[in-house]
T-cell receptor, first 114, second 111 residues
Framework: KAGVTQTPRYLIKTRGQQVTLSCSPISGHRSVSWYQQTPGQGLQFLFE???????NKGNFPGRFSGRQFSNSRSEMNVSTLELGDSALYLC?????????????FGPGTRLTVT | QQPVQSPQAVILREGEDAVINCSSS?????VHWYRQKHGEAPVFLMI?????EQKGHDKISASFNEKKQQSSLYLTASQLSYSGTYFCGTRAGGGADGLTFGKGTHLIIQP
């Protein structure tokens, strides 16, 4: 089975711009979660989607948004980029969004905001 | 609120044992353990559900104390390949909340 894929792998943007990141889950997985990873804050939960519905949202400003498509692929969007948005953005997929299912992470998208 | 992991870092010699702790102020439904090596994605190790069960495979095991909202990861006879950052992730709210991770424990295994 192919793993979780994320595109692009690296991205450089300027303050004020917006960015869209893409995640394709493992085949058969219906839940996708997004995380922001920085050296200072570690892995921070952004949001979780299941069957095109947002199930949970972390404590991030409204500039961060996401969606999930009918084929379970997911995108996240960050508008009006700030320097502090520079981070590794990881998506993880699981069969379901309930507590008993493990998540499998993709390689991440490294976003640099200048 | 994210779980608290301890210690923040530990250095061991190959063959020594390590314990990594994870505690939360919330009533937990599950605890998930991951290991991340530098420049790589986190890799799933194991999941423990409410009920205080203990799990393990190979020389890595974990326990979940539901009453104390604590989990511990045990690495016995550590190998060089065990080096990395270990994260615990917790789900509260009866399992409906998002997965919240601790800040990680850096483990260095020296030959």
């Amino acid at each position: 089975k192919a793993g979780v894929t994320q595109t692009p792998r690296y991205l450089i943007k300027t303050r004020g711009q917006q960015v869209t990141l893409s995640c394709s889950p493992i085949s058969g997985h219906r839940s996708v979660s997004w995380y922001q990873q920085t050296p200072g804050q570690g892995l921070q939960f952004l949001f979780e989607y299941f069957s095109e519905t947002q199930r949970n949202k972390g404590n991030f400003p409204g500039r961060f948004s996401g969606r999930q498509f009918s084929n379970s692929r997911s995108e996240m969007n960050v508008s009006t980029l700030e320097l502090g948005d520079s981070a590794l953005y990881l998506c993880a997929s699981s069969f379901d969004s309930t507590s008993s299912y493990e998540q499998y992470f993709g390689p991440g998208t490294r976003l640099t905001v200048t | 609120q994210q779980p608290v992991q301890s210690p923040q870092a530990v250095i061991l010699r190959e063959g020594e044992d390590a314990v990594i702790n994870c505690s939360s102020s919330k009533a937990l439904y599950s605890v998930h353990w991951y290991r991340q090596k530098h420049g790589e994605a986190p890799v799933f190790l194991m999941i423990l559900l409410k009920g205080g069960e203990q799990k393990g495979h190979d020389k890595i095991s974990a326990s979940f104390n539901e009453k104390k909202q604590q989990s511990s990861l045990y690495l016995t006879a550590s190998q060089l390949s065990y080096s990395g950052t270990y994260f615990c992730g917790t789900r509260a709210g009866g399992g409906a909340d998002g997965l919240t991770f601790g800040k990680g424990t850096h483990l260095i295994i020296q030959p």
